[in-house]
């Protein structure tokens, strides 16, 4: 089947900025919040809000098209991604750092067919910043052609990750452990709160990788397409190749870099999305 992915992207842009305007109505305001998984995972009410406007514009548009989206996932929806095309959707990635105001945060839409990637978006609303990528067509930010830095010497590189939303002892020592096989030897590490905004800062050349443990689909779908249509290589903590549902991530501005970051990780079980 031929797919019109010009006309995914325009529908589905068309809809990431009615999101974006209910983010930034918001974003000053006292939120509702309720914990998911633990006192660190957090919804809102826009949340929701945004994950229904976003699958319910999709679906009118595309009916044969499937969803896998946060917030309805965490209600109790299965997460299958099968061969049809598949919108992943993180309403609000970066929930903690909305609940505080702290404007890095981002709508995050990857639309795959047949499993492969085709369209990625991640918006931040509150930055005025819209990273893009289509298969094959480079990624971009506002319109612009971004790239990743280039950077293959871990020595040079600063080294984006997050501790997650995870309150179990056992993966808080392994995210101790993974920094301190870091720190010291590259230039430095950040968290923005954001796994979304994570890979798109990678994709524009601002860290030089990112890696997590513990993430979902919705956090990396967009992402991992931005990233690699930025140059950039995204694979398995392991060294491996990247799966969307393993829930884990390198992604660096080289593969040397990426393979590199993942021979000094120590690994943390989880169950797959
Ligand atoms: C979380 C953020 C956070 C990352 C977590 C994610 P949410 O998403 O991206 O930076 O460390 O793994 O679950 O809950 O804010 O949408
Ligand atoms: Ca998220």
Redesign the pocket.
């Known amino acids: 089947m031929d797919h019109d992915v010009e006309k995914y992207y325009t529908t589905c842009m068309k809809l990431v900025n009615k999101a974006a305007e209910v983010i930034e109505t918001a974003f000053y305001k006292t939120k509702q919040v309720e914990s998911k998984s633990c006192d660190m995972?957090l919804v809102t009410e826009t949340d929701k809000e945004v994950e229904k406007l976003l699958i319910d514009g999709l679906h009118l548009a595309f009916p044969d098209h499937k969803f896998i989206g946060?917030e309805s996932t965490a209600g109790g929806e299965k997460c299958i991604l099968t061969d049809a095309p598949t919108w992943i959707i993180?309403p609000?990635?970066?929930?903690?750092n909305f609940v505080h105001s702290l404007p890095l945060i981002a709508i995050s839409i990857g639309l795959l067919i047949n499993k492969k990637p085709i369209i990625g978006i991640i918006c931040n609303p509150i930055l005025k910043q819209t990273y893009t990528a289509k298969d094959g067509q480079g990624a971009f930010l506002n319109g612009t052609k971004i790239k990743v830095s280039g950077e293959t010497v871990l020595a040079k590189a600063l080294i984006a990750t997050?501790s997650?939303?995870n309150d179990d002892p056992a993966k808080i020592e392994v995210v101790l452990k993974n920094l301190g096989a870091l720190l010291g030897k590259c230039h430095g590490t950040r968290s923005l709160?954001?796994?979304?905004m994570n890979l798109a800062s990678v994709a524009s050349g601002g860290c030089d990788a990112y890696y997590?443990m513990?993430?979902?689909a919705w956090?990396m779908a967009a992402g991992q397409l931005i990233v690699e249509e930025a140059g950039g290589t995204v694979i398995d903590t392991t060294g491996g190749e990247f799966d969307l549902m393993s829930r884990r991530v390198v992604c660096a501005s080289s593969e040397k870099l990426a393979k590199d970051i993942a021979s000094r990780l120590t690994q943390y079980e989880m169950e797959r999305d």
């Open positions: 995972d946060e993180d609000v990635d970066g929930t903690m997050e997650g939303t709160g954001s796994a979304a997590e513990g993430l979902h956090d």
